[in-house]
């Protein structure tokens, strides 16, 4: 009996590693992006702590240049914040097109598995039909014998 080959199997390694690729490539803008939302988180406490300080020596008077140094630092924090909640936006757009790839891979990859599936069935059929005809033909002459 002849073994099944399916002659599309490099095709479907090709398949499997570009899908893998895909995956990969998602999870470092997942990563990018969680790493960006803890940049934009740890700055914001900075930025409120600053805020408790300068609201603190406010109470108590404070110089007008360390004054200006303190709302420069604040400024220059809230510009910090806007830049990464800049790039966040950036990066989840990447992250849909990243997704739609993989989704787009996956789809490939299922349907060469599919038709590969569907042809070992095919293959099984007709191996299991010749069996079944080699059955046949033999049963066929020992009933040829007996009668002679």
């Given at each position: 009996?002849?073994r099944?080959?399916?002659?599309?199997?490099?095709?479907?390694?090709?398949?499997?590693?570009?899908?893998?690729?895909?995956?990969?490539?998602?999870?470092?803008?997942i990563?990018?992006?969680?790493?960006?939302?803890?940049?934009?988180?740890?700055?914001?406490e900075?930025?409120?702590?600053?805020?408790?300080d300068?609201?603190g020596?406010?109470?108590?008077?404070?110089?007008?240049?360390?004054?200006?140094?303190?709302?420069?630092?604040?400024?220059?924090?809230?510009?910090?914040?806007?830049?990464?909640?800049?790039?966040?936006?950036?990066?989840?757009?990447?992250?849909?097109?990243?997704?739609?790839?993989?989704?787009?891979?996956?789809?490939?990859?299922?349907?060469?598995?599919?038709?590969?599936?569907?042809?070992?069935?095919?293959?099984?059929?007709?191996?299991?039909?010749?069996?079944?005809?080699?059955a046949?033909?033999?049963?066929?002459?020992?009933?040829?014998?007996?009668?002679?």
């Open positions: 009996m002849k099944f080959k399916f002659r599309l199997d490099p095709l479907v390694r090709y398949r499997e590693y570009r899908e893998r690729i895909a995956q990969i490539d998602l999870a470092r803008e990563q990018a992006l969680i790493e960006t939302k803890n940049r934009i988180s740890g700055i914001e900075i930025r409120r702590c600053a805020a408790s300068l609201y020596e406010q109470k108590e008077g404070i110089e007008v240049d360390r004054y200006r140094v303190f709302t420069a630092y604040l400024q220059g924090l809230r510009d910090e914040i806007d830049s990464e909640s800049g790039r966040l936006i950036e990066i989840g757009k990447r992250l849909k097109e990243k997704q739609r790839v993989v989704k787009a891979e996956t789809i490939k990859k299922k349907t060469l598995e599919r038709m590969k599936q569907n042809r070992y069935s095919k293959y099984l059929e007709r191996m299991n039909r010749i069996e079944q005809k080699a046949d033909d033999l049963t066929g002459l020992r009933k040829k014998s007996e009668k002679v």
